[in-house]
C-alpha cells in the first residue's frame, strides 16, 4: 500500500491547478444511463472513485471512452443491458446509489446493492428509496440489495426532503426527468455539484426550473438526448489548498479555484487570518499575519462543509487561541483526532463538539488514515510539523484527491509518494 512522506516546515508559494470535482463527476457519469446517446464529460478527475463508477456503468452496458489523452474526458453512451448494481462495486464506493434513480428511470426496474455504513457514519439512504417510492417506484429489500420496480414508469410527485440530502436530490431529480409529469423537490440540497447537475440535464432536454435554490421542479420528458458538459472546479480541493496556505504561511494561486463556490469558508477563513481573494483565472490564497481560533460549525452548503471539517481542525491546531468545532451533518466524523493528537495537537472530543486549543507546532509522526478527507488532513498537519510524517495507507486519498503530492511539491512542500 502506497505512503506519503512529509519534511514540514516550508511555506507554500505558487501556482495550483484545481481539478474537476469528484462530486460533481459521480452525479453526472451516473446520467448517462439517462440516454442512449453520447454524454461527453471534460474536466472529469481521474480518481479512484471516478474509475469506480466508469467500472459500474461499463457494466450496465455503457461503453466508457476517454478520446484524450489526458483522461480527464469521458464519452458514455450504449443501451442499458443490465440492471443491477452488484454489492462488489457499491461496497466500494457508496455514491454508486447515484445509479438507481436512472435505471429505474430509464428501464423501469434496477436491482442495486445496499451501500450500508462507513468510516464517517450510518449514511442511510431511507431517502432515496422513500422519494422513489412517492414517485410510484415498488421497493423490496432483500438478500442486501434494493430491487425498484416500476412497470408503469415513475410518476411525478411533490417530495418535501426532512433534511437537505446531496445524494437524495440527485438522484430523484435524475429519476424525476423522465418521470410522468411534474417532479417538484423542496427543501433540497443546493450544494454547486446539484447546479452542474441540474445545467447538465437541461443541456440533455430536460425541464428543470429553481436551479440553485432549495425547491427544484422538474417537467418530465420522453426522453434525453446526447450532451456536451464541463465538470466543475472542485471546491473541496480548493479549500484544501487554501488552508494548505494558512497553515504554511504561504501564498498560493488556485487556478480554476471558484471563490462563489466556497460559501461560509471565505468569511471563516477570513476571521481565521488567511485572506481569500478572487483573480481572472482562479483565486489567490494569503496568510495575514497570525491564524486566530475561530469557531465553525458543518452545515449544508452554503454553510460550513462537513468536506473541510478535518481541514480546518488542522488549521485550528496551529493557530492562537481555542475553537470549537462542531460537526451536525455525519454522526462519526472525528476519525482523524487522535492521530493529530499522536502529532502534538490538542483536541478534545464531546460528543458531537472538538474544542481544539492551538499550539505552536505539530511534530512530524507516523500516522494513519480512515477516510478521504482525514487523509488529507494528515498531509496538511505534515506540511507544518517538524520532522518527518509518514501518511501510511493513502487508497483514501486516491478516492479524491488527484496528484496531491506533486501539487504541493510544485509549490515548495518535502514530499513524496512511496510506493
Ligand atoms: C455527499 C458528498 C459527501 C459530503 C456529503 C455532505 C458525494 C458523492 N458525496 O454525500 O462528500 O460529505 O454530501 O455534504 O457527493 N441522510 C439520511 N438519509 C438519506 C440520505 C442522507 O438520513 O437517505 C443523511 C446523512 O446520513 C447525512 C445527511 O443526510 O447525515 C447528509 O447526507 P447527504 O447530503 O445525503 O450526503 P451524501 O450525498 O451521501
Not at 478527475?45 to 455503457?62: C, K, N, R, Y
Not at 466543475?232 to 494561486?253: F, M, P, Q, W
Request: aromatic content about 2%; some cysteine; glycine content about 12%.
Amino acid at each position: 500500500m502506497d505512503k506519503i512522506r512529509i519534511r514540514g516546515g516550508r511555506p507554500l508559494q505558487g501556482e495550483i491547478e484545481i481539478s474537476g470535482a469528484k462530486n460533481a463527476s459521480l452525479p453526472l457519469m451516473a446520467a448517462g444511463l439517462l440516454t442512449d446517446e453520447r454524454l461527453v464529460l471534460t474536466r472529469v478527475p481521474v480518481l479512484a472513485d471516478t474509475q469506480t463508477m466508469a467500472l459500474l456503468l461499463e457494466q450496465h452496458g455503457i461503453a466508457v471512452e476517454r478520446p484524450a489523452n489526458d483522461g480527464h474526458t469521458l464519452s458514455l453512451g450504449g443501451p442499458i443491458t443490465n440492471t443491477e448494481a452488484p454489492y462488489d462495486i457499491v461496497s466500494r464506493m457508496r455514491a454508486s446509489i447515484l445509479v438507481l434513480g436512472p435505471l429505474l428511470a430509464r428501464t423501469r426496474e434496477a436491482r442495486v446493492s445496499l451501500p450500508g455504513g462507513c468510516e464517517i457514519g450510518a449514511r442511510p439512504v431511507d431517502l432515496h428509496l422513500k422519494g422513489l417510492e412517492q414517485m410510484g417506484a415498488t421497493i423490496l429489500l432483500e438478500g442486501g440489495y434494493v430491487n425498484a420496480k416500476a412497470p408503469n414508469g415513475l410518476q411525478g410527485a411533490t417530495i418535501v426532503f426532512p433534511l437537505p440530502s446531496v445524494g437524495a436530490t440527485e438522484n430523484l431529480l435524475m429519476a424525476a426527468t423522465l418521470a410522468n409529469g411534474r417532479t417538484v423537490l423542496a427543501n433540497a440540497a443546493r450544494e454547486p455539484e446539484i447546479i452542474n447537475l441540474c445545467d447538465c440535464l437541461v443541456a440533455m432536454g430536460a425541464q428543470i426550473t429553481g436551479i440553485g435554490t432549495d425547491r427544484l421542479t422538474i417537467d418530465g420528458v420522453a426522453s434525453l438526448h446526447g450532451a456536451t458538459c464541463a465538470v466543475i472546479a472542485d471546491r473541496i480541493e480548493t479549500g484544501t489548498y487554501a488552508c494548505a496556505a494558512g497553515i504554511t504561511g504561504g501564498t498560493l494561486h488556485l487556478r480554476g479555484g471558484r471563490l462563489d463556490h466556497l460559501g461560509a469558508l471565505v468569511s471563516t477563513l477570513a476571521e481565521v487570518g488567511v485572506e481569500i481573494t478572487a483573480t481572472d483565472t482562479g483565486i489567490t490564497v494569503q496568510r495575514r499575519n497570525g491564524l486566530h481560533g475561530v469557531d465553525a460549525m458543518t452545515s449544508p452548503y452554503p454553510g460550513f462543509p462537513t468536506d473541510m471539517q478535518a481541514q480546518y481542525m488542522v488549521l485550528m491546531s496551529v493557530a492562537e487561541g481555542a475553537s470549537m468545532i462542531t460537526e451536525t451533518i455525519f454522526e462519526n466524523r472525528f476519525m482523524h483526532v487522535p492521530e493529530l493528537n499522536r502529532m502534538g495537537a490538542r483536541i478534545n472530543v464531546h460528543g458531537a463538539s472538538a474544542i481544539v486549543r492551538g499550539t505552536p507546532w505539530l511534530s512530524g509522526a507516523p500516522v494513519m488514515a480512515t477516510d478521504l478527507r482525514a487523509s488529507v488532513s494528515l498531509i496538511l498537519a505534515g506540511l507544518v510539523a517538524r520532522g518527518e510524517t509518514i501518511v501510511n495507507d493513502v487508497h483514501h486519498l486516491d478516492r479524491g484527491f488527484e496528484t496531491v503530492e506533486r501539487k504541493l511539491a510544485a509549490c515548495g512542500a518535502d514530499i513524496e509518494r512511496m510506493t
